[in-house]
């Protein structure tokens, strides 16, 4: 009787890399600058949560802004 062989599914074990903070926003800026958009609509808001809308209340309340 023959062996059978099996593919087993490989996922990658690497480990990702650490980018410093400073970094990644100097690379999203880069991007953005090269599609040309700069600004980005906010989330108009419609549609959270009674929960979320008391957290932003008491955020805006303590003097946080959002």
């Known amino acids: 009787m023959k062996a059978q062989a099996t593919m087993a599914s490989q996922t990658s074990r690497a480990k990702p890399k650490a980018v410093p903070l400073a970094e ?22 419609k549609r959270r949560t009674a929960s979320k809308r008391a957290l932003l209340k008491a955020i805006e309340d303590a003097g946080g802004k959002w």
Do not use: C, K, M, Q
């Not at 690379?27 to 090269?34: G, K, M, T």
């Open 24 to 45: 990644f926003v100097a690379d999203i800026d880069r991007r953005r600058a090269e599609t040309g958009i700069t600004e980005l609509p906010r989330n108009s808001g």
